[in-house]
T-cell receptor, first 118, second 112 residues
Framework: GAVVSQHPSWVICKSGTSVKIECRSL??????MFWYRQFPKQSLMLMAT?????????EQGVEKDKFLINHASLTLSTLTVTSAHPEDSSFYIC??????????????FGSGTQLSVL | SQKIEQNSEALNIQEGKTATLTCNYT??????LQWYRQDPGRGPVFLLL?????KEKRKERLKVTFDTTLKQSLFHITASQPADSATYLC???????????FGTGTRLLVSP
C-alpha cells in the first residue's frame, strides 16, 4: 500500500518557539493531505486540509496563523506550530489518499508526531 | 455535524473468540464508513471500507456490516489473537472527498 512518512516522531520544545512537522507521500502524489490532532484517549480531530499549490482549508476553531500549513509539492506538506504553548502539546498526525480505483476514499496515515511544549 | 459513538470502555476477550465492536452515528447517513486500527503512539491503519449500498464486507478474519436504518456498523474479528489488541476507530465521510470524522475508538484486549 501507499506510504506516508512523518517526521519527527517526537519533539520537545520550549514555550514560545516554533516547531515544523513534515509529511511526505513516498510512493504516490498527494494533491491533498490532511492534518489531525489527537489528545490522549480522544478522537482524531481534523485541523485542516492541505492543498498543493494553494491555501490550506482550516476547520472551525483552528487558528490558521498559529498552525501554518505549506503544501509546496505533490509529495510534501508541512505543519508549523508557531509560538507553541503547553496547551499545544498533542499528537499530530498527517494523512493522504491516493486516487486509485479501489476504495479511493481511504487514507494512509503518517506515524504521528508527539509534541511536548515545556 | 456528524456524531459518532463507539464504546469507550475496553473490550476484553479470550484468544480464539470473536470480537464485535459497535459504531453508531446520529445524523446524516454517510456514503461510506471506514474502520481503522491504531496502535499506541502510531497513526491509524486502514482496514475496511463499506458503502451505503453494501450490507456486509469481509477481509480475511474481519467482517463489517452497515445498517443505514439503525445508523450502525458492526466490526467483527473472528478467531481473535493477542496481536489483534489495539484501538479500532470508526470513520465517516464529512461530505468531502477523503475528508473523515473519527469516533473515539474502542480498545480491544485479546488475552492468550
Amino acid at each position: 500500500g501507499a506510504v506516508v512518512s512523518q517526521h519527527p516522531s517526537w519533539v520537545i520544545c520550549k514555550s514560545g518557539t516554533s516547531v515544523k512537522i513534515e509529511c511526505r507521500s513516498l510512493d504516490f502524489q498527494a494533491t491533498t493531505m490532511f492534518w489531525y490532532r489527537q489528545f490522549p484517549k480522544q478522537s482524531l480531530m481534523l485541523m485542516a486540509t492541505s492543498n498543493e499549490g494553494s491555501k490550506a482549508t482550516y476547520e472551525q476553531g483552528v487558528e490558521k496563523d498559529k498552525f501554518l500549513i505549506n503544501h509546496a509539492s505533490l509529495t510534501l506538506s508541512t505543519l508549523t506550530v508557531t509560538s507553541a504553548h503547553p496547551e499545544d502539546s498533542s499528537f499530530y498526525i498527517c494523512s493522504a489518499g491516493t486516487r486509485s480505483s479501489l476504495d479511493s476514499e481511504k487514507l494512509f496515515f503518517g506515524s504521528g508526531t508527539q509534541l511536548s511544549v515545556l | 455535524s456528524q456524531k459518532i459513538e463507539q464504546n469507550s470502555e475496553a473490550l476484553n476477550i479470550q484468544e480464539g473468540k470473536t470480537a464485535t465492536l459497535t459504531c453508531n452515528y446520529t445524523n446524516y447517513s454517510p456514503a461510506y464508513l471506514q474502520w481503522y486500527r491504531q496502535d499506541p503512539g502510531r497513526g491509524p491503519v486502514f482496514l475496511l471500507l463499506i458503502r451505503e449500498n453494501e450490507k456486509e464486507k469481509r477481509k480475511e478474519r474481519l467482517k463489517v456490516t452497515f445498517d443505514t436504518t439503525l445508523k450502525q456498523s458492526l466490526f467483527h474479528i473472528t478467531a481473535s489473537q493477542p496481536a489483534d489488541s489495539a484501538t479500532y476507530l470508526c470513520a465517516l465521510d464529512m461530505g468531502g472527498f477523503q475528508k473523515l470524522v473519527f469516533g473515539t475508538g474502542t480498545r480491544l484486549l485479546v488475552s492468550p
